[in-house]
């Protein structure tokens, strides 16, 4: 364990080609789960689905390329697309814009589901910016742009970092702690068809809560840290919440029965992010296989994606891409 927030250690950053036209990067990220439980806006998982981005220095002008995935339908392709703001900022942040930029994406995170869509995208396209310009696509200034863009930085620490982690700010800067999980950990994700918005979800949480409130969840989120990390077995009762849970889950019902359902048999389920998708945090496969009848049975036929993806212990992963066919060339440098 240790804080990772000055930067991706050990080597320096992944150098790329720098030159004006052709210069060009592949970087995956991966889905995020945060909260995590008690650890409402600072603890965050990374998991093993994975987005794609390959951006391209141009002579000019912006081509955003239409999404390969399932998670593309709708997406902006101008300036107004999620990934060409977060790479605008850190171009700005590192000397300026380019004359021109190529996009290509592969989506595979679903969107509004809680499962870092939005951060992936942002993300990415901080990363690869540094990247080109040979800066760390992992590092302090990635983090910090990453989370001003997102507002939160929960989801964008583990999908820089990997593993999991704990994020705050300064007041001055964000910061990140990267943890090591459990290596039995075990991940289960149930992605409902229905859609939710992170605002309104935000929205349901009220202003205050009891004093006795707020000393439990600051106690079972130091709780959870040791779960996480060394002692799974007590992952149960390391993610009881009182902070948000209970006012976000009597919104999406399929969520609300999953997660009653889970945790009534001691399976550590919990809201992924501001939901709809439920997070099982099984303690082996055992468990896993368990957590998944239980959802077969509670459960409407196609209500309900089941992914068991697994733990990323990388957060993005950068590979220079050859200016004259695309292909990638080299190793890949990876943040962790």
């Known amino acids: 364990m ?80 999620l990934v060409v703001r977060a790479a605008r900022r850190a ?38 910016a540094l990247a080109v310009r040979g800066a760390d696509p992992a590092g302090e200034l990635a983090l910090d742009l990453a ?34 999980p459990a290596e039995q950990l075990e991940p289960v994700l149930f992605v409902p068809t229905v859609r939710t918005s992170t605002s309104a979800a935000r929205a349901a949480l009220p202003e205050m809560v009891p004093h006795r409130d707020a000393a439990f969840a600051a106690g079972r989120a130091a709780l959870l840290v040791a779960a996480l990390t060394s002692r799974p077995e007590l992952l149960f009762a390391a993610t009881e919440d009182r902070l948000h849970q209970p006012f976000r889950l009597p919104a999406v019902p399929i969520s609300a029965a999953l997660f009653e359902a889970l945790r009534s048999v001691g399976v550590p389920a919990v809201l992924s992010g501001s939901g709809p ?37 990388q957060g993005v992963l950068t590979t220079d891409v050859l200016p004259d066919d695309g292909a990638p060339h080299g190793a890949p440098g990876a943040a962790a």
């Not at 590192?94 to 951060?119: M, V």
């Open 2 to 81: 240790g804080d990772r927030s000055s930067g991706i250690q050990p080597g320096e950053p992944h150098q790329l080609d720098r030159g004006p036209d052709g210069a060009a990067v592949r970087v995956s990220v991966p889905a995020t789960s945060a909260n995590l439980g008690p650890g409402f806006d600072t603890l965050g998982l990374a998991v093993e689905l994975r987005d794609e981005l390959t951006l391209r220095i141009t002579t000019g002008g912006l081509v955003v390329n239409p999404y390969v995935g399932d998670g593309g339908s709708g997406v902006a392709l101008d300036e107004t697309n």
């Open 91 to 128: 171009f700005d942040a590192t000397g300026g814009q380019p004359a021109g930029l190529q996009l290509s994406y592969r989506s595979h995170i679903p969107h509004s589901r809680g499962l870092g869509s939005s951060s992936a995208a942002i993300c990415a396209g901080v990363a690869a």
């Open 277 to 313: 998708t439920v997070l099982a945090l099984c303690r082996d496969g055992d468990e896993a296989d368990r957590a998944v009848r239980i959802a077969g049975d509670v459960t409407p036929a196609g209500a309900v994606t089941v992914l068991r993806p697994g733990l990323a212990s």
């Open 147 to 180: 989370a001003e863009i997102e507002g939160h930085p929960d989801n964008v620490a583990p999908c820089l970092l990997g593993g999991a982690t704990i994020a705050f700010s300064d007041g001055r800067a964000t910061r990140a702690v990267r943890l090591e």
